[in-house]
């Protein structure tokens, strides 16, 4: 894609996550590698307002948060830029505060091999990263302990992470996640689960 069709292509996913109930307001956040910079959904401004000179530009090759664009990129592009660096076959991430998978966060709870679809997210659980404040660096490094040979995570008492191959399989990612909070929360209200 090009950087203009990723740039639609995120506004696209951010108006899809809020009707969807995915998330609400501009809590969440959405990121796509392109070359060696990262664009990322800015600070507090509206989905439905959003146009493609909105979204920030970052470089991807340092920690600082130098940016190309009309907007201060989401306070997370921190642990956006983490993600992207670290790992080189995910190409896009999505960052909601979803309800399921919020409510297992406050739990601090790890989703378990409850259902098969768990693999998805490259192993046997999705981890739960240890509580930091928003749009810090310690908040990436509990991230990056949480998503090691994972494309997902949900955060303490926040909501969650879901990273995929490009945007369509990183909005696929974090729905199938909300699906297996929701799925693992009402499994724990009926009891017995295995």
């Not at 950087?3 to 995120?10: L, T, Y």
């Not at 670290?86 to 399921?100: G, I, N, R, W």
């Amino acid at each position: 894609m090009t950087e203009n069709q990723k740039r639609k292509k995120i506004i696209e996913l951010c108006l899809q996550m809020n009707s969807s109930g995915l998330n609400q307001g501009t809590s969440g956040n959405i990121s796509a590698r392109h070359g060696d910079t990262m664009l990322i959904t800015p600070s507090g401004i509206p989905y439905e307002k959003l146009v493609t000179k909105d979204i920030a530009k970052l470089s991807l090759g340092n920690d600082d948060i130098d940016w190309d664009g009309p907007y201060k990129p989401s306070s997370e592009w921190h642990f956006h830029k983490s993600i992207l660096r670290e790992k080189p076959d995910l190409d896009a991430v999505v960052h909601t505060h979803s309800t399921f998978a919020t409510v297992v966060s406050i739990a601090g709870e790890t989703i378990p091999a409850c259902h098969y679809m768990i693999a998805a997210f490259g192993g046997n659980s999705v981890r739960c990263a240890d509580y930091e404040t928003f749009g810090t660096p310690e908040l990436s490094a509990a991230i990056s302990k949480a998503m090691v040979d994972r494309s997902a995570c949900l955060l303490a008492n926040h909501g969650m992470i879901a990273a995929g191959k490009d945007l369509d399989n990183a909005m696929w990612a974090a729905v199938e996640l909300e699906t297996l909070a929701k799925q693992y929360y009402y499994a724990k209200l009926a009891g017995k689960m295995k």
